[in-house]
């Protein structure tokens, strides 16, 4: 089948079942094919493509609500419902979201990027449908990583207790969040798939048993069944649970959807499938190399990601330095909520598993667990994206620096993300972590700059320590580590000037060193790498007669542009002429940062422009 000619799912009503296999066999080379030129994620949407080819075919999207947790498996979901002309631009600047998006398609009717908000998504719109006729059967997808989350849980027990709006909700198994699955869900899961043993032994076994012997095994059985399919677990918190099934056989899929349909009380359906399915290099891999994906080689599976000898990612540099630290502390623990791939710390996971926690997605109790290791006095590392702390700021508020706890954070992927785009910006967490008492920031401009910062930061007394890096290569060299130079907090003048003072942080002060010295301008630039506590000294120094321009790879409302201009506001020092460049009360949508920076006016060229516009002005 042409899938470029697919406009809606309703045509797969009529399909059989073998022509519905025959599909999914075209859609995964479609998928292969296609993120291989884009990059996305792969391996979670291989796994769920007769899951979501069932779904369309039982249920009546967008009457039926399908609610897709994270969005990042929804590819089969977007191909189904119109949109594979659209694969070309996936991810890329104003083209198709890697995630679920409302005003992309009608089917899509709740999005996220961050995980485990598909139950209390459906929750809303089953309470949404007393009111609303429009809405039919309500079905949440969400994964086994995702159901580990506190929010999942929490929806989970609430809908339990709410029979009446009878939710379905897909328990799509692959043993798998990114990486390997941690905790004891995933443990029980494994009793739960064990089930699928015991049932077709059950059935063998009745054959051999005298008739009079029945009664009793049954008895036996029971808690036999008890103790091997934990089935109590959903059966307890008020479901009726159906599984485990092969989530890639079709036609069981279809016919325990069709009862689902008819069943009248909270369901759980649970599907197992395999990550990567059909694609070999993802179906072996267990790191989640192949969850997210760059563009890669289809034929001998190597990512076309083109790394100079001396450059790393900023996660790996600070992955290396962990390692160097972890060899020379005893009392130490890195923690990471789920991201050891994404955060570079496969191999430190493997070199000191003494000293890693893998809390699963669990931002909060990653959080408040590193609060009371410090106060315990073993002071942890905790490696989190930008946009999941985000997930547990009352955490690193009431837990963490109000105890003056000294965890040091690494916050990855901060600023502009690239094609995940507006769920995942990193441009948040400055104004949330800066009004915070007791809290430290930084945000070092280079791998050298980042070395001694995090030196300084193991030594730091007195709350919280957050070191900011982007999602970025750079260069790097070993012997950088065996320094002993430190870096507290401080800003520093990068080129002298008198006509305008330019405060910036991060890769910008060095894209605004290059083009101030070749525009010919004396500019002032000051490299603000601590976002607090501020230089006063150095701000003490700013020439307020002349311009100032702030620029920020970061929200602007509460911002370092706005702490400045209150900071010399209060010194009767306000500037004659000022600006704070940074992304003005807004989402940001997908695209490279190069992209997103021109486009918003937020790039080097557009600062020197600032700048000149202010002092012509004047
Ligand atoms: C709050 C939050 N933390 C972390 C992530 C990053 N993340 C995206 S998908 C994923 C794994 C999800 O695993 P699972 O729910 O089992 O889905 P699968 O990809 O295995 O299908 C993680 C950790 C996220 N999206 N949101």
Known sequence: MNLYEIKDPSFLKSATVPECVELASEIRTFLIENVAKTGGHLSSNLGVVELTIALHRMFDSPKDRLVFDVGHQGYVHKILTGRAGDFPRLRKIDGLSGFLKRDESVHDVFEAGHSSTSLAAAAGMLFAKRHNRDIGH?????????????MALESLNFLGHHPELNPVIILNDNEMSISENVGHLARMMTKLRMKRSYRSFRRRAAKLVPRFLRKLT???????????????????????????????????????????????????????????????????????????VPPFDIGNGTFKKPLGDDTRSYSAIVARYLDDHA???????VLTPAMTEGSALTDFRERHPDKFIDTGIAEATAVTLAGSLALAGVRPFVSIYSTFLQRAYDQVLHDVARQKAPVVFGVDRSGVVGGDGETHQGIYDIPMLTHIPHVTIAHPRNARELTRILRHAFTHEGGPFFVRYPKMEVRFEESWLDEDET?????????????????????????????????????????????????????QSVDTDKTVVVHEESTLPGGLGERILSHLAARNRTPRRFRAMGFNDMYVGQGSRKEILVRENLDADSVIATVKRLRDAS
């Open 327 to 333: 060899g020379k502390n005893e009392a130490f623990y």
């Open 218 to 292: 049954t008895k036996i059985e029971k808690r036999v069944k008890g103790f091997l399919t934990g089935t109590t677990y959903f059966e307890s918190l008020g479901y009726r649970y159906f599984g485990p099934l092969d989530g890639h056989d079709l036609k069981s899929l279809c016919k325990a959807f069709e009862v689902v349909k008819k069943n009248p009380e909270p369901t759980v359906i649970h599907v197992r499938t395999k990550k990567g399915k059909g694609y070999p290099p993802a179906e072996e891999d267990n790191r989640g190399r192949w969850h997210g």
């Open 487 to 539: 870096t507290p907090p401080s800003w520093e003048e990068i080129l002298p000037g008198n006509e305008a003072t330019v405060i910036a942080f991060g890769e910008m002060v060095n894209e605004l060193e290059k083009r101030i010295m070749a525009s010919g301008l004396s500019i002032r630039l000051l490299d603000a790498r601590y976002l607090k506590p501020l230089d006063e000294d150095l701000l």
């Open 138 to 150: 309500v079905v949440a997808v969400i994964g086994d990583g995702a159901l580990a989350n506190g």
